[in-house]
């Protein structure tokens, strides 16, 4: 729990704010993080005077601001959450054999920031700056499983909110919450032949210090393949948990 409730409430609408793919009304705000209304105008408002925050009184709703696009993109510019997972990502890939991948969310997609290919297999579509439908990737799932429950349902209100890829996967708000719990209940979120048919992927949610899920670490695998799929996982979780310890969580 944070000893500074006022800047852990700021983060939580930024983080929300950065999840959306549109801005939204003060009221989805307040729904997402939890906030009463005074709350939330009251922070907002401090957001704007600072630039992390606009609001676009026409249509009565609230977007980043051009102070979160420069913490963005000097976070880019570091890159600190590739150059911590690229050596467990790679000692990943070498014990299991099988191409793996670290990817974060961005609104409803999420963005690859890290793959290591294994050594004799093909291409996969998770190359670096590709974006998918989180709730369809693997590692889209292990980051959606580890936040708040209204903050998913923030992002996917309604039927419109899901898209489909090859034919396969939830398409409604009821579908992607079975498909979340029973990520929860194993520990870990699968996919297979959801992204692309034939292959399949494993993945664990790499945490912050405050429980938060920063990305999803995962392994691809053929589907015709013999493989030990409880192994595999205990492996992505491993690497997964040992990646959150060097984040603080």
């Known amino acids: 729990m944070s000893q500074v409730p006022a800047a ?22 307040m ?3 939890d906030l009463p209304r005074s709350t939330a105008y009251h922070l907002v408002n401090t957001m704007i005077d600072e630039g992390f925050v606009v609001h676009l009184a026409d249509d009565r709703r609230y977007g980043l601001g051009v102070a979160a696009f420069e913490v963005g993109t000097g976070y880019a510019r570091q890159e600190p959450l590739g150059r911590i997972a690229r050596r467990p990502l790679a000692a990943l890939v070498d014990r299991t054999g099988h191409g793996g991948h670290l990817a974060v969310l961005h609104g409803r997609d ?4 890290l793959e290591e290919r294994a050594p004799g297999r093909p291409p996969l579509v998770t190359d670096v700056g590709v974006r998918l439908p989180a709730h369809l990737t693997a590692s889209g799932r292990a980051i959606l ?4 429950a209204s903050q998913v349902r923030a992002l996917y209100p309604d039927r419109a909110s899901f898209v489909d890829r090859v034919g396969t996967g939830p ?14 209940q194993r520990g870990h979120a699968v996919e297979d ?5 034939g292959l399949a992927s494993v993945a664990a949610p790499v945490l912050d210090h405050n429980q938060h899920p920063v990305a999803g670490v995962a392994v691809t695998f053929p589907v015709d393949e013999d493989v030990d799929r409880e192994r595999l996982a205990s492996a992505v979780r491993a690497t997964a948990q040992s990646l959150t310890r060097r984040l603080g969580g």
Do not use: H, K, N
């Not at 852990?8 to 705000?29: C, E, G, K, M, N």
């Not at 499983?145 to 708040?148: A, E, G, N, T, V």
């Open 8 to 29: 852990s409430r700021t983060l939580r609408v930024l983080r929300f704010l950065a999840s959306q793919p549109d801005p939204v009304p003060l009221d989805r705000i």
């Open 110 to 113: 999420v963005l690859y920031v």
């Open 31 to 33: 729904r997402a993080c």
């Open 145 to 148: 499983m580890s936040l708040p």
């Open 171 to 184: 398409t409604s708000p009821s579908a992607l919450r079975t498909v979340l719990s029973e990520a929860r």
């Open 193 to 197: 032949g959801e992204v692309s048919p």
